[in-house]
């Protein structure tokens, strides 16, 4: 590839004998990305029946939330999406990100889509301090039962992609974080 883009295993998985992401036919965009370990996906209604127990206070359901009393109320309930490790990273070419969705069969399916809808990997996530840049992708199951995701079972793909910026563009500075905590450094 004349961009030099490539995927990698990385550290934590380099003996599981993990297979590079693949496209399945010439003309297939996405890579495809499979589950790296087994991992179970507890369905969305189960999760909402114990997140709403464990919860330490009344919320009226008539009642906003700001984000942050959102993201607090997110972090006592131990209410997220699932991670799915893929043990793979991508070293991106300046003015490529790599975009993240399920495969198209997989909420027709499974009833699985990606809680952030599609996801973002920047170019200079790639060999980040904080988790090599491990590519996760953040799961929801709508169906009624929790479902498991086995190892090796394509539940991803990645699409690398080139990306335009604006003649007055002022970007932040230099990337210090990893997943969903970027810090900037000028």
Not at 71 to 87: C, I, N, W, Y
Not at 97 to 102: A, I
Not at 133 to 159: D, R
């Amino acid at each position: 590839n004349m961009l030099g883009c490539n995927f990698e295993v990385v550290s934590k998985y380099a003996d599981a004998g993990l297979e590079l992401p693949m496209r399945k036919t010439e003309y297939s965009a996405g890579y495809d990305l499979v589950a790296a370990e087994d991992t179970v996906i507890p369905s969305y209604y189960n999760m909402m029946e114990e997140t709403l127990e464990r919860l330490t206070v009344e919320i009226a359901k008539d009642q906003y939330l700001s984000l942050e009393t959102m993201a607090e109320l997110t972090k006592q309930a131990d209410f997220r999406p699932t991670l799915v490790s893929t043990g793979m990273k991508c070293k991106l070419a300046p003015g490529t990100y790599l975009e993240l969705s399920v495969r198209s069969s997989t909420p027709l399916k499974y009833w699985v889509m990606l809680a952030n809808g599609v996801g973002i990997i920047d170019a200079d996530y790639y060999n980040n301090e904080s988790n090599e840049e491990e590519i996760f992708l953040q799961m929801v199951n709508f169906s009624p039962f929790n479902i498991m995701i086995k190892k090796g079972e394509a539940i991803g793909q990645g699409i690398i992609k080139p990306y335009l910026t604006t003649d007055n563009d002022n970007h932040g500075g230099k990337r210090n974080g990893g997943f969903g905590s970027t810090t900037i450094t000028k």
